[in-house]
């Protein structure tokens, strides 16, 4: 059974980073995609960031782009998000996701195209 689970969520004011991290367990993780998607009270879940496992190829949605970097360390199984120049639009619940396939182009993105989901870690961004 695979399990991810988050950390490094908090309170930070504008301006300031955080990095994310998600423990990934219960499966090789070679050829899946993983990301990190996020969901502020009252909208939908979005796609913030997606990685190749194996590769590391990455690709980002348009309004973290240059401000978040999304990588993996394959000796850990730990994929992580470093967030810097954070904004109060930021705030949200973070999720760890993966799929068990290589995800291409746009598909990867999409909230369905993931199997399996961690628990979430809080953001909050003040102004």
């Known amino acids: 059974q695979v399990q991810l689970v988050e950390s490094g969520g908090g309170l930070v004011q504008a301006g300031e980073s955080l990095r994310l991290s998600c423990a990934a367990s219960?499966?090789?993780?070679?050829?899946?995609?993983m990301g990190w998607f996020r969901q502020a009270p009252g909208k939908e879940r979005e796609f913030v960031a997606g990685i190749r496992w194996s590769g590391g190829s990455t690709y980002y949605a348009d309004n973290v782009k240059g401000r978040f970097t999304i990588s993996r360390d394959n000796a850990k199984n730990t994929l992580y998000l470093q967030m810097n120049s954070l904004k109060p639009d930021d705030t949200a619940v973070y999720y760890c996701?993966?799929?068990?396939?290589?995800?291409?182009?746009?598909?990867?993105?999409?909230?369905?195209?993931?199997?399996?989901w961690g628990q979430g870690t809080q953001v909050t961004v003040s102004s």
């Open positions: 219960g499966r090789a993780f070679s050829g899946s995609t």
């Open positions: 996701a993966a799929a068990p396939r290589i995800l291409a182009g746009d598909y990867g993105t999409k909230r369905n195209a993931y199997d399996y």
